[in-house]
């Protein structure tokens, strides 16, 4: 099983990013799902999630900005982030968790400049 993220990179505050997770030897379908993020010297946190129930919730630090979905069909998570802020500076993991396993992905790298 590989969760492969893609489309971090370095933007001005104010500006969007897309990340995306894509997913093989297996499949996301629609058990429990999140982004993560890790600051240097920090924890890492959930920034936005799916659950098993299929509910979302967001960060607070990201609600309104950052949106979580996903293609069934594609196999890939997606984490449409607008409005950016340097203290969104972080990498950014996605997270599957299947049949009482833990997946995570390898990160993509965010920055975000004043």
């Known amino acids: 099983v590989q969760l492969q993220a893609s489309g971090g990179g370095l933007v001005q505050a104010g500006g969007s990013l897309r990340l995306s997770c894509a997913a093989s030897g297996t499949t996301f379908g629609y058990n429990a799902v999140a982004w993560y993020r890790q600051a240097p010297g920090t924890e890492r946190e959930v920034v936005a999630r799916?659950?098993?129930?299929?509910?979302?919730n967001y960060a607070d630090a990201v609600k309104g900005r950052f949106t979580i979905s996903r293609d069934i069909v594609k196999n890939t998570l997606y984490l449409q982030m607008n409005n950016l802020k340097p203290e969104d500076t972080a990498m950014y993991y996605c997270n599957l968790v299947k049949n009482r396993r833990e997946y995570w992905g390898q990160g993509t790298q965010v920055t975000v400049s004043s």
């Open positions: 799916f659950s098993s129930d299929r509910s979302i």
